[in-house]
């Protein structure tokens, strides 16, 4: 209560009492965001990259639609095409076909209900899915319970779904070495940066939830940005077109 009540300053005007069902929905959607969390790492670690994260990397495409089947979100053709191309070419830039090549030999696909399916294929639908409805709900929650608070109670629903799953499939803690608990804590505090900057954002700009939610999607140009300048990989065609595409459509989203 401590923390709701220092958090609430972002958004005075809400209480517990007073908006329960916004409370409920904030965390449910923690519960959400860590199992989009989940299935992307769990499509890493068993599937293929390139196929796993231009599928996640489309989740724009799920709180869009969202957007305007429920809350009526009214878009001018020009955005509208505009958020299509980002889409578009946020998917591209997330592809990198050498590494499919190298790996499409092994075994890339999986039984699942008779059919044959790319491995990793259907995590990357499930982040998807969980990525796309989160940050919707994040986008109706946060102007009514504060961009900060919205945070707080979203972490909060992550970190009771994640220790009941610890205590109920009694996982062993692995103890951390102080290189990897400092990463951890700062990917913990990015990701919570992160989640507090797109709510700023939803709340300062209202009735774009499309647009904001559009370009908080440009996260996987930062990692392949990050990639080149770290690990010296280079983009390949494909990305290179998607990262034009994806310029070309962010200025025409906020030019016109």
Do not use: H
């Not at 889409?87 to 190298?102: A, C, D, E, N, P």
């Not at 990793?120 to 504060?146: H, K, R, T």
């Not at 300062?204 to 908080?216: E, F, M, Q, R, Y």
């Amino acid at each position: 209560m401590i923390l709701v009540f220092l958090a609430g300053g972002a958004q005075s005007s809400f209480t517990p009492a007073s908006s329960p069902w916004y409370l409920a929905l904030n965390l449910g959607t923690g519960v959400v965001a860590f199992f989009g969390i989940v299935f992307l790492y769990r499509g890493y670690a068993e599937g293929i990259m390139s196929i796993v994260a231009p599928i996640a990397g489309a989740f724009p495409v799920i709180a869009v639609t969202l957007s305007i089947l429920l809350l009526g979100t009214v878009l001018t053709p020009i955005r509208s095409l505009s958020i299509i191309a980002a889409i578009i070419g946020i998917v591209l830039t997330g592809v990198k076909l050498s590494s499919f090549r190298r790996t499409k030999d092994q075994a890339l696909t999986s039984q699942l209900n008779g059919r044959r399916i790319i491995r990793g294929a259907d995590y990357g639908v499930g982040a998807l899915i969980c990525a796309g409805f989160g940050l919707f709900s994040m986008g109706v929650v946060a102007p009514i319970v504060g961009s900060i608070l919205a945070v707080v109670v979203l972490k909060a629903g992550e970190s009771i779904t994640a220790t009941g799953l610890i205590v109920a499939g009694r996982v062993k803690l692995v103890r951390l070495s102080p290189t990897a608990l400092s990463w951890v804590l700062l990917i913990g505090a990015c990701d919570a940066g992160g989640f507090a900057t797109y709510n700023l954002a939803i709340t300062s700009a209202a009735g774009d939830l499309p647009i904001v939610v559009t370009l908080a999607g440009l996260l996987g140009v930062v990692t392949v940005a990050l990639a080149r300048a770290f690990y010296k990989e280079k983009l390949e065609k494909i990305q290179l077109i998607g990262v034009v595409i994806i310029f070309a459509a962010v200025a025409a989203i906020l030019y016109f």
